[in-house]
């Protein structure tokens, strides 16, 4: 006898990735509310660039409400190679979810922006008003571009029809079940895997650039629960930054050092300043989060590092890398 169904049913597209794996254990720890159902959905349950797919999806589950995670996704070097693939994948999954969505009466979404697509040109600190003011950084123009169509989208769908559509801003995002691949992924995976890879070989860290550029890192497990916040009580259409404070920004160099003092590595640290740094920087304001939620606590870097890095030790045969 199938489960008697909850008034809600939460579609959460990308829901095998690193930032849906994070919703789900905060769902399942206990946010879970009990006219809630959710439905975490990979490539498997369909190719989301493929439109009928897509409605077959929709059709299937009837979703009243849809986290929008499901992209192709890479840290600087993965998308410094496919900028094209970035822009054409991307922007066929985000029309299909959104269009299917409006087709099927979906009374609200929430898609994934990323702070990675804000103009390389610009003031600080960068803040939602500013999405569209000026090209993006060069290595991740396919991906940025998609990303900031979503934008363009949620307006229209508003405009045009009423839809509740509304996205947020997530700056560097890490923690379990990444995509620990040392080519493809970002930064905190990478440095991850490669630091397991030199305790067991008994060779040096390499970091690669300089070590200069500056980042903040929202641990996976705050942004997940700071979805379930805009799921059920943010109503605008206009989109949300969801970072650690400016304060908490650190250079590549300090990050590094975080996991090597987290997975006890006591091998050299060497920089490649062959390989390229990327964006310097792109210090985003979270103070319009702070203005809704002023006493939201942020899970402190160290202590997030160093839970991840634990997860990855523990589950290395599993991991993607
Ligand atoms: P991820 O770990 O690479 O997961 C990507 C998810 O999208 C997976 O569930 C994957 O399914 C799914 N997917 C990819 N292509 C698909 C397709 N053609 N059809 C259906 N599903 C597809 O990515 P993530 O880091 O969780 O990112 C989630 C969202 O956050 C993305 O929109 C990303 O742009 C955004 N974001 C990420 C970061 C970050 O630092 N990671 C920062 C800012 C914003 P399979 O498992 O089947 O491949
Ligand atoms: O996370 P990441 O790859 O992407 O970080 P971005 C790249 C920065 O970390 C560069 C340095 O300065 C790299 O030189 N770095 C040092 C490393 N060691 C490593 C390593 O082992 N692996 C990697 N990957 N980097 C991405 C965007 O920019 O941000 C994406 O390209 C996405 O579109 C993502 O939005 C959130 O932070 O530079």
Request: net charge neutral; aromatic share 10%; with cysteine.
């Amino acid at each position: 006898m199938a489960e008697p169904r909850g008034q809600k049913c939460i579609l959460v597209t990308g829901g095998s990735g690193l930032v849906g794996k994070a919703i789900e254990k905060v769902v399942d720890d206990g946010e879970r509310r009990p006219d809630e159902e959710w439905i975490f959905a990979s490539s498997k349950d369909a190719d989301l660039t493929d439109a009928a797919a897509t409605r077959a999806l929709f059709e299937k589950h009837r979703p009243t409400h849809v986290i929008h995670l499901a992209a192709m996704v890479g840290g600087l070097f993965r998308n410094i190679k496919y900028n094209l693939d970035f822009w054409r994948r991307n922007m066929h999954i985000n029309d299909n979810v959104l269009h299917s969505a409006y087709d099927s009466g979906v009374q609200k979404v929430v898609s994934c922006l990323s702070t990675c697509i804000f103009p390389d040109k610009t003031t600080y600190p960068i803040d939602e008003t500013m999405i569209h003011s000026g090209p993006p950084h060069n290595s991740n123009f396919g991906y940025s571009y998609a990303k900031r169509m979503i934008d363009v989208q949620n307006r229209g769908y508003f405009e045009q029809h009423g839809c509740r559509f509304t996205a947020v801003i997530p700056t560097n995002v890490f923690g379990p079940h990444d995509n620990y691949s040392i080519e493809d992924g970002h930064v905190l995976p990478g440095l991850i895997h490669k630091v397991y890879l030199a305790k067991r070989n008994g060779t040096a860290l390499t970091v690669w650039g300089t070590g200069k550029p500056r980042r903040q890192f929202i641990y996976s497990l705050d942004l997940a629960r700071l979805f379930l916040w805009v799921l059920r009580e943010y109503d605008e259409v206009e989109p949300i930054i969801l970072s650690v404070g400016e304060d908490d920004e650190v250079s590549i160099r300090e990050a590094a050092e975080c996991v090597v003092r987290s997975m006890d590595f006591k091998g050299e640290l060497l920089f490649d300043t062959t390989k390229s740094d990327g964006q310097f920087k792109k210090t985003a304001s979270n103070s319009k989060l702070k203005r809704y939620l002023p006493d939201f606590q942020f899970t402190p870097f160290e202590q997030a590092v160093k839970e991840t890095c634990n997860w990855f030790c523990s589950n290395y045969a599993i991991a993607r890398k």
